[in-house]
């Protein structure tokens, strides 16, 4: 791969082009599902090999991706991405361009505690049978879900610059669900939640405690059928690590990815209430708010050495003491709003174009645990599980529904409720946070499932986080 | 299609085995433009060998990319190597038998009917038509030619070419950011009429000149665009679905033949319809048919694949939903916005999740569009507005329907990029629950 990857780069030194870089990806991805206690799917899709080469001409992009790594097809991938520069140019008032990077060599290896694609397959299918049967339908659950998906990508990256790196990681996406039924409606409770996916093998299910949480997700789902839901207007809120990540991912990490600012992603992900004047001034959240952007960390889905267009792993601040200070950028951009690149810029496959994306993108931890916040708490809810979420094309009004809501009062848990819902709009909602659990509640959480570009991309991305509190929050939607 | 062949014959020397194979070769031409100009030209192509293997009621998958006869081995030998140790589902019967052959038809590969520098020169065009009235395109012109193969044990042997076409137009103002969009999509490139299209986006952008206000949350009688309806015909349609009946999630269970919407509201299933998007199979190969889902507001069908089929009892018809249709009415456009004292024309839909998909709860916004009717007539912009409602409910608030029906595309955005298209009128729906403003345009 490097041999080949090397060429192709040599291949691209045309005095017209004037950047150029080449991916190869090598992909095995593994899922297993079972529903209702039985074997649904199991299935792989391993070694799936992916290029990709982009090129700048005449100050255009141009892209041509394949899975076919023969010469005639590499060559003829050259030859696309050149002449879909040069056609594309014809339409184009301001030309891409950005100042040089000095060469990076980088080699980076991840090595799982329990590696999926070692295990036995007897071994992942009994363990995840044990826990299909535990959570199979009983009493009111009607269904039930057990899935997993094992990820390893090899990468391979070059660019024009003479920056190479190569690299290797395993990532894991693990899930159970059941759904409780009382005839009428229907409630869920899932594990670990939506974000409960790791750069891990298959030990991230021992980390997350599967198994001793069946009898919890079966308890809570058919408690809530029977549960009141939120009747007042407004209300202080906690929210759970697992959900705040995706409060985070929404409100700030797509706010702030800057390719948004120049309407880059208006045809499918929509844009940005942030204007470039914004930056170093705009009081985006309350000053114990402070959210930074990490690709320096291996424990995250976000670790890389080099981002996808030769920019080395960089932690930058993104909000500091609630103001916002930068953004998550590409080369491009960051000439055009004159920063420094933050290596955001991310393809999910060798084929894929590199987008602006979030890496690890963290919410900085403050003081305290979880429990000493909950008896902080005079009257409020904490609130954990995405069920629904949703925001609006400017990442400005927001709506969340969890699976499940706790009742606090006078410090202490005291009940359920269902389908809690809130909405805000953004900064009104970050200005409210008054508290941010310490470094000893603080983990990542992340997910397989990002959505951005068009042919679209999935990527795999984290968010450090801690339970936070937010004070005096809209709670009540008529529905 | 050989290694299709190759691994056929390997499985065929297993008569122990069933399976299904498919087969898929999909190259895209993908333009991205943003404020009048490319942002970026992708070219992309994908062949991908799928394959399910069952031995009585075990099944394991493989998915291989560019594959050849030692990567087919490989899979092969590792399918055949655990399939008896894995777990059983009981519920899967038998594969697909629906031999029915779709109708031949000529395909032209729109990738060359529609080069590149053909569309730089259509957009170029469009930019400088709506340029006077200070606003910018965004947005993506695409093709894609795709070609499948599925056989499976029971004897389907069926082909399927396709190339749609999808250009989507975000006509931004550059001040107000006040946004407009035109779509249009489809298999023959004769069918796009170039200055049709610029006089309706010019058309969408006269409304944009008004003054840009905000309302209260509330309930509002509003006219929901075709792309709205057909949106949420889409989500309705989630639960129409056997799989969703089978998981307790489904809206329709135990509403079969049952009265759920006005008598004028129908919706079935036409891939026959020469304004939509063709398919010719669905799932598993199951020829694709035109199937009424509502009909005169009994729901009449669920949509249900072989193995929901034998899971649940109901008939299959292999339709997924893919080509929606929702019979028009008769009224014109004009009659539904001067039908509205004070209500909502809304254009298009953003970011839509179930709250609870059993009671058809969804949450959502307006976005590309949203606009004042005062006493009939569109006065104002409105912010991007959220709504929380249910779709079910939508359904049973039309109070009209337009008397004419548009094709909308949609891109399918997924593993693959995809164009379905959805028919629908222009709808007039009654006490429309909007929950919140965007405050932003």
Redesign the interface.
Known sequence: MEQIIKQTIQKLSLPEITFADVRITRTDNEFIAFQNG?????????????LGIRVLING?????????LSNNSINK?IN??I???R????????KVEFPPLSPVQAEYEHHPEQDPFKMA??EK?DYL?RLAEAIKPQGKI??SVVYAMFMRQEKYYTNSEGTYSHSTYYNTLPMMEV?A?DGA??QSRTWPGHMGAGRAGFELFHKHKFEENTERIIKEATDLLSAPTIEEDKADIIIGSGHLALQLHESVGHATEADRI???E???A??T?IKPEMIGTFPYASPVVNIFSDSTDPRGMGYHPVDDEGVPGKKVDIIKNGILVNQQTSRQIAHLLGLEPSSNMKASYG?D?PLVRMTNFCLAPGEGTLDQLIADTEHGYLLDFT????????R??F?F?TEIGYRIEKGKIVGIVK?P?Y?G?TKEFWNSCDRVCGPEEWDYQSTFNC?KG???QSMQLSHGVAPARFRNI?VR??? | MENLDYLKSALDSHPELQYEIIEQYWTTDFLRFYHSQTNYNISKEVTSLDATIYKGKKSFSFMLDNANSQTIDNAVQDALSIIDKLPEDPYFVDLENDKTLAKPREVKNNIEVVPLKLKTEVLARIATAVAPYNFDIFGSFVCNYQKYRLVNSNGLDKISVSSPYYLEVKAVHNKSQVTVVEAFGGEDFQYFQERNFIEQLLQKIGFCSHDIVDIEPGTYDVILAPRCLGEFAQYLAYGMSARALDQHTSFFEGKLNQKVFPEWVSICDDPEDPDMIHKDYGSNGHIYRYLSLIDQGIFRNFMCDNYYSHKTGLPKNGNTGSCLKIEKGDKTLDELIGSIKYGLFISSLHYMNFINPKETSITGLTRDGTFLIEDGKITKVVNNLRFTEKVARIFDHIQALENRSHPVPFSGNYAIFDVETVKSPHALVKDFNISSSTKTI
């Open positions: 039985y074997l649904r799917a199991y299935g792989t899709n391993l070694d799936s090999i992916a255009c992009w141009g892209f041509a991706g394949t899975r076919d991938a696309t991405a002449s879909n520069a056609y594309g140019s014809i339409f184009q008032k301001n397959k007897e299918i049978q009607v269904h759904l039924s409606q229907v120049f309407g880059m208006i045809s499918y929509g844009k209430f084929d174009f069920k629904t979420w949703s925001i609006d094309d400017n400005n009004n709506q529904t389908e819902t909405y709009i959505g068009e042919p679209g809209d939607v008529k529905i």
